[in-house]
């Protein structure tokens, strides 16, 4: 092999692995940028659920009991630091099913007026928070993934982003949501 012919198939290597590792750093910033839109659906699917059940326990359509239980819940919710905040959305739900769960909850609720549009935006926020939820559990996952790939971990391509967390709650909705 002549040396001109090692200098270019050098180059051409040198090339590609350039472009890979160019792809590759792309990639991961893409999945970056996707994991912090799906932290931000996230919270406003938590945020809205917070609303409508502070909405429903504030409207006098319920025994008040209940209404105690889930605006404390929602409170507390709102009110609390990252390090609690997985534990305080999972009472949330759990208060959430209790209410709900409750013999003819939905069908005295939907007889009062106003009480069925309200039955509806809760319903609508409580899936809301369950698909949220995966959708970020899912990019976590996939980021993390290509995180941990050698080459990102070598040419440390993620910078200085710390290691995204699953966010994990209790965000089972409540068997009459389930039902219908």
Partial sequence: ?????????????????????????????????RLELAKEALDAALMRRRAVVL???????????????????AHEARMSGPEEREHAESDLSQALRAAVDQERFREKLSEAPGGQDLLEELDAAVAKVVYARRFYNNAVGVT??????????????AGH?????????DDNPPEAMATE
């Fill in 1 to 33: 092999m002549t040396p001109t012919l090692v200098v270019l198939i050098v180059g051409i290597v040198v090339v590609l692995a350039a472009v890979y590792v160019s792809w590759r750093a792309g990639r991961l910033d893409r999945l970056h940028i």
């Fill in 55 to 73: 909405e429903l326990a504030g409207s006098r359509l319920l025994d008040p009991a209940t209404s105690l239980v889930l605006a404390a819940a």
């Fill in 144 to 157: 993390r993934t290509a995180q941990r790939r050698w080459l990102a971990r070598t040419l440390r391509l």
């Fill in 161 to 169: 982003t710390e290691f995204p967390q699953f966010f994990e709650i």
